[in-house]
T-cell receptor, first 112, second 114 residues
Framework: DAGVTQSPTHLIKTRGQHVTLRCSPISGHKSVSWYQQVLGQGPQFIFQYYEKEERGRGNFPDRFSARQFPNYSSELNVNALLLGDSALYLC???????????FGSGTRLTVV | AQSVTQPDIHITVSEGASLELRCNYSYGATPYLFWYVQSPGQGLQLLLKYFSGDTLVQGIKGFEAEFKRSQSSFNLRKPSVHWSDAAEYFCAVGSNSGNTPLVFGKGTRLSVIA
């Protein structure tokens, strides 16, 4: 079984640009969550989607948005990029109940 | 407020020595507790999790953790560390309702010396 797939693995953007990150969950998982991990810190929750509906949002500005598609894959969009948005963006998929979350390898975003 | 504290930023142990990484949590509901490991530039790999039942849980790679409700702790242990265990370790807490965001600690970096 394929794990959680994220693309791209790395990218470099300029301040003010827009970026779209993609995530494909484990087959059968209906929940996708996004986390931001700044260097030297633990992951911080950004969004959670379940069955294509937003179920939770962390303390991030409106420049951050996300959506989940009918096949349960997800996109994270960030507008008007700032230098401080440079981070590893992690996607996690989960099923119902107590199975916990499986994380992808992340997308390393560098804003210059 | 929900929070996780990992008091040790960096720990160095000798290969073959025992290891204990500390984790304390603050959570209003019955917590679900997790330990993840992250190698440089990689995502998070689940080591073990606690939901209920036996307070000593076994995980992958020879790791175990003990849930102590009275101390709000969930410390990770390994009896004999291998050089390949060098990585960043994160403790996380979630709710028992499932499908809720995880709150992570800031991590503990483990270095292993010969």
């Amino acid at each position: 079984d394929a794990g959680v797939t994220q693309s791209p693995t790395h990218l470099i953007k300029t301040r003010g640009q827009h970026v779209t990150l993609r995530c494909s969950p484990i087959s059968g998982h209906k929940s996708v969550s996004w986390y931001q991990q700044v260097l030297g810190q633990g992951p911080q929750f950004i969004f959670q989607y379940y069955e294509k509906e937003e179920r939770g949002r962390g303390n991030f500005p409106d420049r951050f948005s996300a959506r989940q598609f009918p096949n349960y894959s997800s996109e994270l969009n960030v507008n008007a990029l700032l230098l401080g948005d440079s981070a590893l963006y992690l996607c996690a998929s989960g099923s119902t109940g107590t199975s916990g979350y499986t994380f992808g390898s992340g997308t390393r975003l560098t804003v210059v | 407020a929900q929070s996780v504290t990992q008091p040790d930023i960096h720990i160095t142990v000798s290969e073959g020595a025992s290891l204990e990484l500390r984790c304390n949590y603050s959570y209003g509901a019955t917590p679900y507790l997790f330990w993840y490991v992250q190698s440089p530039g990689q995502g998070l790999q689940l080591l073990l999790k606690y939901f209920s039942g036996d307070t000593l849980v076994q995980g992958i790679k020879g790791f175990e953790a003990e849930f102590k409700r009275s101390q709000s702790s969930f410390n990770l242990r390994k009896p004999s560390v291998h050089w390949s265990d060098a990585a960043e370790y994160f403790c996380a807490v979630g709710s028992n309702s499932g499908n809720t965001p995880l709150v992570f600690g800031k991590g503990t970096r483990l270095s292993v010396i010969a």
